[in-house]
């Protein structure tokens, strides 16, 4: 059973940056697709970012954060990381790593203006 654990989210205002990381248990991960995620209060899940498993060459992203959030994978840590810039208050909700069938807590990031 593969752990995903997630860190970095926080309090900060619009315009602020944060890193989130995602590590896991297993280097098994390192050869898989993942994927962020995030829920906003009172509002379904939605992806937000993905990277390809091995040297993350691919990577896509939702249309509301291309050019504020990087996504990216050290696969010596078994770590995927999401860099969110010029955070906006609607990205504030619960960020959540996954990949196939496995998903972390979710770190909680909250953008005030």
């Known amino acids: 059973q593969v752990q995903l654990v997630e860190s970095g989210g926080g309090l900060v205002q619009s315009g602020s940056s944060l890193r989130l990381s995602c590590e896991a248990s297993?280097?098994?991960?390192?050869?898989?697709?993942t994927k962020w995620y995030r829920r906003a209060p009172g509002k379904e899940r939605e992806f937000v970012a993905g990277?390809?498993?091995?040297?993350?060459?691919?990577?896509n992203y939702t249309e509301s954060v291309k050019g504020r959030f990087t996504i990216s994978r050290d696969n010596d840590k078994k770590t995927v990381y999401l860099q969110m810039d010029h955070l906006k208050p609607e990205d504030t909700g619960r960020y959540y790593c996954n990949f196939k069938h496995f998903w972390g807590q979710g770190t909680p990031v909250t953008v005030y203006s």
């Open positions: 990277i390809a498993g091995g040297t993350g060459l691919i990577s």
């Open positions: 297993e280097f098994v991960f390192n050869g898989y697709f």
